[in-house]
């Protein structure tokens, strides 16, 4: 059912009116979401960290290759009796090492040697610089008592 206009034009129909608002809806609903994506901080801050993490790893692989290549290179470049005596001196150095915390262990008594395991513990787990701090405190403290004595 249209109308005529007076321009010669025919009104829309029930059915077109329908139509176009049905179309206007979905194009107001695409942009709805898209101004809902732009919005979106912490969706765009994760997209971002994804895509430096992906670009890190990319990175760190690169260079791990290369420096693997490097390590290859040089290794090829030192002549076999270099490397051999090399082999041989680290082989030594760990022995003699190893014979040396032996000893140690024997003369140190034990709560000494518990105290230095729990300062290992601590220093694997990066508390370097509070266990610094503490002793500064307890050589400022020993000073201190040794100065009175005397």
Same mark, same amino acid.
């Given at each position: 059912m249209s109308a005529s206009s007076e321009d010669g034009?025919?009104? /829309?129909t029930t059915d077109d009116l329908r139509a176009r608002a049905e179309d206007a809806r979905e194009e107001l609903g695409g942009?709805?979401?898209a101004l809902a994506r732009k919005a979106d901080v912490k969706a765009q801050a994760k997209r971002k960290a994804t895509a430096v993490k992906?670009?890190?790893?990319?990175?760190?692989?690169q260079v791990l290759g290369k420096g693997s290549d490097?390590?290859?290179?040089?290794?090829?470049?030192? /002549?076999?009796p270099v490397r051999a005596q090399a082999a041989t001196a680290r082989a030594e150095l760990a022995?003699?090492?190893?014979t040396?915390?032996?000893?140690?262990r024997k003369?140190?008594?034990? /709560?000494?040697?518990?105290?230095v395991r729990q300062v290992a513990g601590l220093l694997r787990r990066g508390r370097? /610089?509070?266990l610094a701090a503490g002793a500064v405190v307890l050589v400022a403290g020993a000073a201190r008592r040794a100065r009175r004595a005397s």
């Open positions: 034009r025919t009104a /829309p942009t709805v979401d992906d670009a890190a790893g990319q990175a760190t692989g490097a390590v290859r290179q040089v290794r090829d470049r030192v /002549p076999e022995h003699r090492t190893t040396t915390v032996a000893k140690v003369v140190t008594p034990a /709560p000494v040697l518990m105290t370097g /610089p509070l």
